[in-house]
């Protein structure tokens, strides 16, 4: 199970890096993804009292975020129901 969620972080992170590489725009486009991920994070996190559905805040949840984007807080939030 660990090899697989491992694959599939490392899946994600070549799909996005192949995708800032490919972009004129790298850095905006990469901050722009950041920022998207942040905000996914701060709304599932506000709405987990409605919902149920929740991810935990820390340093790597914020990283994971940052990095991967939105994929990366949909990856979160079900490895966080299959654990």
Not at 25 to 34: F, L, P, T, Y
Not at 43 to 58: E, K, M, N, R
Not at 71 to 78: A, F, K, M, T, Y
Request: hydrophobic share 65%.
């Amino acid at each position: 199970m660990k090899i697989l969620c491992a694959a599939i972080i490392l899946f994600s992170a070549a799909a996005i890096l192949y995708g800032l590489i490919k972009s004129k725009k790298r850095i905006r486009k990469a901050a722009v993804n950041g920022i998207q991920g942040l905000l996914a994070l701060l709304l599932v996190h506000i709405t987990s009292l409605f919902t149920a559905v929740s991810a935990p805040i820390s340093l790597l949840s914020i990283g994971t975020a940052v990095v991967l984007g939105i994929p990366g807080v949909i990856l979160q939030l079900i490895l966080n129901v299959i654990w």
